[in-house]
């Protein structure tokens, strides 16, 4: 019996630990692309719930009175424009909190450095699942986006000024 140690005995090797190691490697890096989407997903409804709060803060565009409903618009134009699926635009749940006493229900009546929050909810379902870039079914456990900014409301104090000269 003769025992060979040439290349010839080592032909399969590669192939052998190729078939090993790729299912592995392929898990890991569809696990990486699925991670990585989502933080890219959660810093897009950061910044959608920032451009709300943004305006909410202002109290006033070109002397309209902002509105509950010019805040969630605003949030969910962000989203759009920034390429997040219909599904998960229309599916969102956008609120505006005052936090401040006594409490309001339009920004544009808000006090300058009230407080309030806007939320944004992505819930569980079609609207997350549309966020979704894999067909793996979950390699992560997150199964809503929930984000949450707090801000300081910048209106003027209201001046009344006379028109007509004191004396």
Do not use: H
Not at 5 to 15: C, E, I
Not at 64 to 86: F, H, I, K
Not at 146 to 162: A, D, F, G, H
């Amino acid at each position: 019996m003769k025992r060979s140690n040439g290349p010839k005995s080592r032909r399969g090797v590669v192939a052998v630990e190729a078939a090993l190691t790729l299912p592995l490697l392929l898990v890991f890096m569809l696990g990486l692309w699925e991670v990585g989407r989502m933080i890219q997903v959660n810093q897009t409804l950061v910044n959608a719930a920032r451009e709300g709060a943004r305006l909410a803060a202002g109290g006033y565009v070109n002397t309209t009175p902002v509105t509950n409903a010019m805040v969630r618009q605003a949030v969910r134009d962000y989203m759009t424009s920034a390429g997040l699926p219909a599904a998960a635009v229309s599916g969102a749940t956008i609120s505006l909190v005052c936090q401040a006493t006594p409490s309001w229900t339009d920004p544009a009546n808000a006090l300058p450095l009230d407080r309030f929050q806007v939320n944004l909810v992505i819930p569980q379902g079609a609207a997350f699942n549309s966020l979704r870039w894999n067909l793996l079914t979950r390699l992560t456990s997150i199964q809503q986006f929930s984000v949450t900014v707090n801000w300081m409301s910048l209106n003027s104090s209201q001046i009344v000024v006379p028109t007509q000269l004191p004396f």
